[in-house]
């Protein structure tokens, strides 16, 4: 007769494992019983994709100029990254490339600090890709931009008055 055996990697670590399957019969006689089979299994590292930073933090001042621009850098590991497509939802944020056909980075940039109230505002930048192998796609940057309210404006007066009876400045 004959038997299957499965294995699972869920939950391995890369790297080489080994261990026995012991087969014993029960009939009578069988002078070469138990049989030790040595089993080996070596679990690969899969390729990933990778993005770094995976955070962006801008800040700015209603009415003021845009925050410097940042980059996020696309790779993979275990693999040539062949192609990759960025893509994010909110108005205020642009990305450029918004893909690739290699590793390379996205450059993120805040181009409306002129015309955002004082908030905090946030949105995401979901990089995918479909290279052979990868299995950790999409993946995710998460994006803030703390827009402040502008200072107060000052009024300065000058000349000269003249007053008579109680004044009271507040």
Excluded: H, M
């Excluded at 100029?65 to 642009?94: C, E, F, G, I």
């Excluded at 056909?101 to 955002?116: D, H, K, P, Q």
């Excluded at 946030?122 to 309210?149: H, K, R």
């Amino acid at each position: 007769g004959s038997t299957t055996v499965s294995v699972s990697c869920s939950g391995l670590s890369a790297g080489s494992y080994t261990d026995a399957i012991t087969v014993s019969s029960t009939t009578a006689g069988i002078a070469n019983s138990p049989q030790i089979v040595a089993v080996s299994l070596t679990v690969s590292s899969v390729p990933t994709l990778a993005l770094s930073p995976t955070t962006l933090s801008y800040s700015c001042v209603s009415g003021g100029s845009n925050p410097a621009s940042q980059a996020v850098s696309v790779s993979a590991t275990k693999v040539t990254l062949d192609n990759w497509s960025a893509t994010k939802t909110q108005a205020w944020l642009s990305l450029s490339p918004a893909s690739g056909s290699a590793a390379g980075s996205a450059t993120a940039s805040v181009v409306s600090c002129a015309t955002l109230s004082p908030a905090t505002y946030t949105d995401t930048i979901t990089v995918a890709s479909t290279t052979a192998g990868i299995t950790n796609t999409p993946q995710t940057v998460a994006v803030s931009l703390v827009v402040s309210a502008p200072p107060p404006s000052s009024t300065k007066l000058g000349g000269t008055a003249r007053v008579s009876g109680a004044v009271v400045i507040k």
